[in-house]
């Protein structure tokens, strides 16, 4: 008599398991209660509506057990509530959140939760991941010790960025951040940029995708895009997902640029959880899980053992306060900061980079000291500038009283040329140098 191989028999066994189905019991704000149904925290459930959903489909809507209490497990909707009521059939999907990645995401358009959204081919046939992942340890991580040119010239030459650093990009809003990004995307010297757009208008997301990016961009990038109506489970994993993308390219050995857009909608979306699970409101209304989970997510990005990931967060300041509680926090985590200011964005100077005011914890390790003697030079003589632009412009000011103020408004305009940039000029970073030395020489 044959036997049966013990693969066979271990999939007759999980076919012939008995399905266990949970039922909600309670729907209060964004998250729901579920009972009977054994699930770990993290994992994914199946919620079977009984009427339809905001689709009008009737389809399933996905929920993450967010914690477990002796009444049942708390679960947090991936998606409109609409159709769902107590009694509603649960299923538990068989684990946590999976991503698909590999090579033939390039070019793709993804939604908070690495489904492609695009009217692309399917991704079923790529490995699957689980989106949580631990950071690398500390004593790993190489030390960053080269530039990654990123075709801006102001952020190239004054705050230069260094292969697995972690920048923040702090402005309010409507002063060019996404621009910014845009121009990174397109002028870096990176294999792969992933960009997650985390609570964009809906309008927004395709004019970045067609104008600002373009098929050039695009094309060698992920993007990755949860809109400001997305439930705010799907926003904050939107995070998540273009992460984990991330760093399956940096465990097979590339080179990533990973931008966020933006991080303080990150803070928002966990802020809305938050508060909705009862947790008490501290500064700004922001509750404690969401200063534990920002350094959960950008400790994330560096560099490993086997490639690296340049972190590039944007933070919408409230009010253009630098002193926001996110800024605040994500300054104290991250590896530098670039300042974009109104003052400079309203008056045509674009890039908006206030260079006196930002700064590259990693300057001194991915520059040669004759680059870091131009670039003093050039923020000495901008600083200069700034302290005597009001005596100038009411003729107060006598020339030959400061000859580093002197060398500054002699030099202003094609200091100004040389800091400006439109959105289609991507600078080699070796012509960037040069161009710094010939300027602060002259």
Known sequence: MSTLSPALVARARTAARPLVLGRVSELVGLHLVVTGLPAAVGDLVRIEPAGPTASGSGAPVLAEVAASRTDGLVCLPLGPTTGLQVGAHVHHTGGPLRVRVGDELRGRVLDGLGRPVDGGPSLDHLRSVVVEHRAPDALSRPRIDTQLGLGVRAMDALTPCGRGQRIGIMAGSGVGKSSLLSMIARGSDAEVAVIALVGERGREVREFIENDLGPEGLARSVVVVATSDAPPV??????????????????????????????TRVAMAQREIGLSAGEPPTTRGYPPSVFALLPRLLERAGTSPTGSITGLYT???????????????????????????????TSGHFPSIDVLESISRVVSAVTTPEQREAATLLRRMLAAHRDVRELVEIGAYVRGT???????????????????????????????????QQLVAA
């Not at 103020?405 to 002699?410: G, H, I, R, V, W």
């Open 234 to 263: 799907e926003r904050l994993r939107a995070a998540f997902v273009a992460t984990r993308i991330a760093e399956s390219f940096r465990d097979d050995g590339r080179h990533v640029v990973l931008m966020m857009d933006s991080l």
């Open 315 to 345: 933070v919408l300041v409230e009010g253009d306060d630098m002193q926001d509680p996110v800024g605040d926090t994500a300054r104290s985590i991250l590896d530098g900061h670039i300042v974009l200011t109104r003052r400079l964005a």
């Open 402 to 436: 400061d000859p580093v103020a002197d060398a500054a408004l002699e030099r202003m305009p094609r200091i100004d040329a040389f800091l400006r940039q439109s959105m289609d000029d991507s600078t080699p970073t070796a012509e960037t140098w040069q161009r710094l």
